[in-house]
Each structure stands twice: as C-alpha cells, then as structure tokens.
C-alpha cells in the first residue's frame, strides 16, 4: 500500500523550533523526489521546499535560513526541521512525493507531485 503518513506537528510558541516527519512505505522511496508543502486556512497550498533524489535543495523564498528538508533512504523518512517559526507558519503541513527518472529533480510545485500525505498541523502561536 502506497502511504505517506506525516507526523511532529504541533503548538509552539513564535522564535521556536519544530521538525516534522514524513513516513514513505509501498514504493521505492530513493527513486523519488519529496517535497513539502502546507496550506493555510482560506488560503492556497504552497510550496515550502524539496529535495531531490541525490539530496539537492530549494525553499521558498520565506523560509530560506529557517527551514531545512533532509531525507533519509534507508529509513524512507523526509524531515523538515523549522527554527524561528513565525505565526505566518501556522498551517497544515503535507509531504508529497514523485517517482524521478533523474536524481536533480525536484519541484516547489504541487501539481508536479502525485503521492501525498495526510497532513500534519503545525501552530505558531503564544
């Protein structure tokens, strides 16, 4: 069974850190770019950032110095570790994969993507 599944959400206080997981079972997870990406209430989803198959990197501009996605193929874990989290950030957070032929590949895009998560909440507030 092809799954996602995230998890490490929660309430913290503004100036905090967090690191959100995302679990991949049921297909070869080294053959796939990851990315995450998170939705606020009334608003669009939106790319927050992703890493390709050999580990390359990209974030949107708001998160650039705070957020970092690393990944893990033996375990076919992706994190987001978050520091300096802003109210801004409050938003549900999703993984979202995509089988890559080539190993640079990755997207901030999410229709470029066709395996998701269920979401994890993240809340930034005092």
């Known amino acids: 069974q092809v799954q996602l599944v995230e998890s490490g959400g929660g309430l913290v206080q503004p100036g905090g850190s967090l690191r959100v997981s995302c679990e991949a079972s049921?297909?070869?997870?080294?053959?796939?770019?990851m990315g995450w990406f998170r939705q606020a209430p009334g608003k669009e989803r939106e790319g927050v950032s992703c890493?390709?198959?050999?580990?390359?990197?990209d974030s949107r501009d708001s998160v650039k110095g705070r957020f970092t996605v690393s990944r893990d193929n033996d375990k076919n874990m992706v994190y987001l570790q978050m520091t300096d989290l802003k109210p801004e950030d409050t938003a549900v957070y999703y993984c979202?994969?995509?089988?890559?032929?080539?190993?640079?590949?990755?997207?901030?895009?999410?229709?470029?993507?066709?395996?998701w998560g269920q979401g994890t909440q993240v809340t930034v507030s005092s």
């Open positions: 890493i390709s198959r050999d580990g390359g990197t």
């Open positions: 049921g297909f070869l997870f080294e053959y796939y770019a």
């Open positions: 979202a994969a995509k089988f890559s032929p080539s190993t640079w590949w990755s997207s901030l895009r999410d229709v470029d993507y066709d395996l």
